[in-house]
Nanobody
Framework: QVRLVESGGGLVQPGGSLRLSCAAS????????MGWYRQAPGKQREFVAS???????MYANSVKGRFTISRDNDKNTGYLQMDSLKPEDTAVYYC????????WGQGTQVTVSS
């Protein structure tokens, strides 16, 4: 079982930026896709972004153009750069690795509020 640890969440004003990190245990990080999901209060967990082992990315329409997913395989770490944040981005953000497996981190809270 891969252990995933997210970090980088916090409170930010609308229009601000945050960078989330997801550190994975083990030494096979480079061979699988990973994803970011989020869950707002009272809502289901939803897809945010994903990146394949080869660097191909995919985004939810709601974050396209504002969020950027990336990965550093040497550091076994994935990232989610979030710019132009909106109040509706408020949620707990989770990384999922390998993508599609029932393997999640503990989540990191992102709150966008003035």
């Amino acid at each position: 079982q891969v252990r995933l640890v997210e970090s980088g969440g916090g409170l930010v004003q609308p229009g601000g930026s945050l960078r989330l990190s997801c550190a994975a245990s083990g030494n096979t990080f480079s061979i699988n896709a990973m994803g970011w999901y989020r869950q707002a209060p009272g809502k289901q967990r939803e897809f945010v972004a994903s990146i394949t082992s080869g660097g191909r990315t995919m985004y939810a329409n709601s974050v396209k153009g504002r969020f950027t997913i990336s990965r550093d395989n040497d550091k076994n770490t994935g990232y989610l750069q979030m710019d132009s944040l909106k109040p509706e981005d408020t949620a707990v953000y989770y990384c999922n690795y390998p993508r599609g497996a029932n393997s999640w981190g503990q989540g990191t809270q992102v709150t966008v509020s003035s």
